[in-house]
């Protein structure tokens, strides 16, 4: 074996991060890591790559222990990584990126030209013709993770661990990739490839190994694995039906719901054509559409993160005013944003504290929540979402992405909305929590609350919605209704408008 | 209260070892007697003396909670200094005296504020305008003279006993616990920490993050005054030019020793105050023992360096890792 784990552990203050686990890479191997969000993938690389002290265990790299105590050590013994948001310097040239810490010299200063050749030189086999002496930044992601992947494997060349490299890639980049991977397979390295996209682990991998809550379940050669075992592997229980819904629960109720809240002619110059949409009462809209059609600015127009340039907006009482995030809270919309990290969490407050936060700003400063109904609030929601926290004072930082998501869901539950915006809530969550997701989407629903759900997987929105917008280039095209709404019946309205019926003026 | 004596240990444990040090240079250092009208020693100066930096540093707490900073309070303190000078030698009376000084420390923050939170200003170089100007402001409204005066009321709040208390230690004392209580009791501690650690999300879940922002600065300018008042009626007169001279980074100092980050977020305003402690006993400290007073500085910076690395939560990892390695080997 090139790479030998024995019983690795790690300990976290109030968590068991890894027991016990054993893993093994043979040369010439692509190994899928896969586990849900907090089963212990990132420990175990950041424990291979000396970012992490191992509490107990021994590796053994081509049989000889290691014990690396920075990633500068594993790379030097041949273990070197690639994460997802590439870690180069965008503001120097490939070549300086390349060769950096290594630079060729003459006289003591770097010599440029020769700098630029062993460049091209590392480049040459992967098959991409670009300018070295360009900035890294002016490349696309795929460029500067396959930019990132050479320089690791000129570094390193034992171990290369790929950490959801694929994440922001489209599908010919990833096609690229994994041309590249393959021939570094070929070649003799051993390959660890952690991601979140199980047809691509089948695709690409020889061999799986599951883990969950810090234990190793299973090691695996991919040919003998059906995705239904694996993601039962994965979640330690049989996939719950949730996630091929039928929408019968909300969808097919016969009698039309009462219009709840009417926009007309919203929009703004730059960000979205102005449209209308009349939002029923329980019902669940799904936004549709490629990167950069106008999903995102449509919630932020109804939400007031930007102000709209035109339109009205009238529920049965009258006018309602949504210019600013704190009019629209009071006017009874939420809106859980794309950017869990940037948008949505204070990462260094507690669980407890994010739950309440929107509604302790809607209440005003002067009179504070008290104390135990706080902590009442956060208790009743960390049961009722099933929020995995050792306790409400945790820093929801800590938490994995699935769990945070949650609270910030909780945070508007909390509020009682009637409008709930939710842009691409299972973005970057695990396969368990996402059906959770699904679940409480449905639930809410019952319950007389109206959700706008914008997402990028259309399985997603074909389980949830009652009905799907599509747009395209900042503009609404299409809406699918009840029995129309179906993943083929999407793409086609995004690739040509008519193909489906086309969104016709209230 | 476990928690924060658990949270304030290390700036607790630092003061009592100052004072363990000085009283080695200094063995009377702690004694306290009472003169019949006031209790008198050098820990009553010591605590009197931190009036101007202690009150600075509970406003500095609560800009800082915001991930910002404000470099004029040494300045502002000029600002109301001069202006109360100003009013009292007008013939104004102390109530309006005090009253147009204080609304000076609040214009000062309104300016700050709305140059960071509705402009956009960077902290830093929002209130470094202030900084820099703001003097030329005192020293037009002092005339570029020293003002100075003798109403006995105002000089009071920088000489007078309360209880035998210095007043102006009474006065800070007093400032610290109400913003502390209206920071815990009502809503805004949290607020303030939401938007110090992600103003974005705060206001997306509805926290008038701006206000907050231009609250923060006036409260910081508010408290600022309050120390210009101080130190104006204890020298019984304004000087534009050096009253709260760099005194600002004293308070931010403060601040940091008091384990605040300034990285924003969660904020303790006892922390804060028992830096101000421990910087003005590092000052009194150091004159007491008796060193030449070109060595003041060199010696402060000493401490100051010694007391952040001791505090710095990176070693905090390698304290627990020593202690690990040497508990066994003392139970051989």
């Known amino acids: ?506 | 209260m476990g928690r924060m004596a658990r949270r304030l240990a290390p700036q607790i444990l630092t003061l009592a070892a100052l004072v363990a040090l000085v009283s080695v240079f200094f063995p009377n250092f702690i004694n306290i007697s009472f003169d019949g009208s006031r209790f008198v020693g050098p820990i009553i100066d010591v605590l009197k003396r931190s009036a101007p930096i202690a009150l600075l540093a509970v406003g500095m707490t609560l800009v800082i909670a915001t991930r910002g900073i404000d470099l004029s309070v040494g300045t502002v303190m000029a600002i109301a200094g001069a202006v109360a000078a100003w009013a009292i030698t007008s013939g104004l009376g102390l109530p309006l005296t005090l009253a147009l000084a204080l609304a000076a420390g609040l214009a000062a923050g309104l300016w700050n504020g709305a140059l960071v939170a509705i402009i956009g200003i960077q902290p830093i170089v929002a209130t470094l305008i202030l900084m820099t100007s703001g003097r030329g402001i005192a020293q037009l409204i002092t005339e570029g003279r020293i003002l100075t005066f003798s109403d006995p009321g105002f000089a009071f709040i920088g000489s007078g006993a309360v209880f035998g208390i210095p007043f102006p230690t009474v006065l800070w004392m007093a400032t610290a616990v109400a913003f502390a209580v209206l920071m815990r009791r009502t809503a805004l501690g949290l607020l303030i920490e939401a938007t110090g650690v992600n103003r974005a999300a705060s206001a997306l879940a509805g926290v008038n993050a701006t206000v907050i922002l231009i609250a923060v600065y006036m409260a910081s300018g508010l408290c600022a005054a309050l120390a210009g008042i101080v130190t104006t009626a204890d020298i019984r007169g304004a000087d534009a030019n050096n009253a709260g001279l760099w005194l600002e980074l004293d308070a931010i100092l403060a601040v940091v020793i008091g384990g605040n980050s300034l990285l924003g977020g969660r904020f303790s305003i006892a922390g804060s105050i028992l830096g101000a402690l421990i910087i003005q006993t590092i000052n009194t400290g150091i004159v007491l023992s008796g060193f030449p007073s070109e060595y003041n500085l060199v010696i402060k910076a000493g401490l100051v360096i010694i007391i952040l690395v001791l505090q710095s939560p990176n070693l905090s990892a390698d304290w627990i890792y020593l202690r690990s390695v040497l508990l066994p080997r003392r139970a051989d």
């Open chain 1, 1 to 506: 074996m090139l790479l030998s784990i024995r019983s690795l552990s790690k300990s976290f203050p109030g968590t068991k991060a890894l027991q016990g686990v054993d893993f093994d890479l043979a040369a010439g191997e692509v190994h899928g890591l896969l586990g849900e969000n907090g089963a212990g993938k990132s420990t175990l690389i950041k424990c291979l790559t000396g970012a992490y002290r191992r509490d107990g265990g021994e590796m053994f790299l081509q049989g000889h222990s290691i014990n690396p105590t920075s990633t500068a050590e594993a790379q030097t013994l041949g273990i070197g990584t690639v994460y997802q948001e590439v870690n180069l310097l965008p503001n120097m040239t490939v070549a300086q990126n390349l060769t950096f810490g290594s630079e060729p010299r003459r006289f003591g200063l770097v010599d440029a030209r020769m700098q630029s050749r062993k460049a091209r030189e590392i480049l040459a086999p992967y098959g991409i013709g670009i300018d070295v002496d360009r900035d890294l930044g002016a490349y696309p992601v795929a460029i500067r993770q396959i930019v990132a992947i050479a320089r690791a494997v000129e570094l390193s060349g034992k171990v290369l661990i790929l950490d959801e490299p694929t994440a922001s890639l489209d599908a010919a980049e990833v096609r690229l990739l994994f041309s590249i991977v393959g021939r570094l397979r070929d070649e003799g390295l051993g390959i660890i490839f952690v991601s979140h996209f199980l047809n691509q682990v089948f695709e690409l991998c020889d061999r799986v190994t599951v883990l969950r809550n810090g234990r190793k379940i299973v090691t695996a050669e991919t040919a003998q694995l059906d995705r239904l075992r694996l993601i039962s592997h994965m979640l330690g229980r049989e996939l719950e039906e949730a996630e091929r819904h039928d929408r019968g629960a909300s969808g097919q109720n016969a009698e039309r719901r009462e219009p709840m809240i009417r926009f007309e002619g919203l929009g703004r110059a730059g960000m979205i054509e102005p449209f209308d949409l009349s939002v029923e009462r329980g019902e669940v809209i799904g936004l549709a559409g490629l990167l950069g059609s106008g999903r995102t600015e449509t919630a932020q127009l109804m939400f007031g993160v930007r102000s709209a340039g035109s339109g009205t907006t009238e529920d049965a009482q009258g006018r309602v005013a949504h210019g600013s995030p704190r009019e629209a809270i009071a006017a009874g919309f939420g809106f859980a944003p794309e950017e869990r990290k940037a948008d949505g969490i204070a990462a260094e407050l507690s669980v407890r504290e994010n739950i309440i936060l929107a509604l302790q700003a809607r209440r005003g400063w002067m009179s504070r929540i008290p104390r135990a109904e706080q902590e009442r609030l956060a208790a009743h929601y960390i049961e009722k979402l099933d929020i995995r926290t050792s306790d409400a004072e945790k820093a929801i930082g800590d938490l994995s992405g699935g769990n945070q998501q949650k609270v910030v869901l909780a945070r508007w539950l909390a509020m009682n909305p009637r409008f709930l915006i939710l842009d691409e809530p299972t973005r970057g969550i695990d396969v368990g929590a996402h059906a959770e997701i699904l679940r409480l989407i449905h639930e809410i629903t019952a319950e007389g609350m109206s959700i706008l759900v914008i997402s990028s997987e259309l399985d997603e929105l074909v389980a949830v919605c009652d009905r799907v917008i599509v747009l395209r280039d900042r503009r609404h095209v299409a809406e699918l209704v009840g029995e129309d709404v179906s993943t083929d019946a999407i793409v086609r309205a995004i690739a040509k408008p008519d193909a489906a019926k086309v969104v016709e003026p209230a």
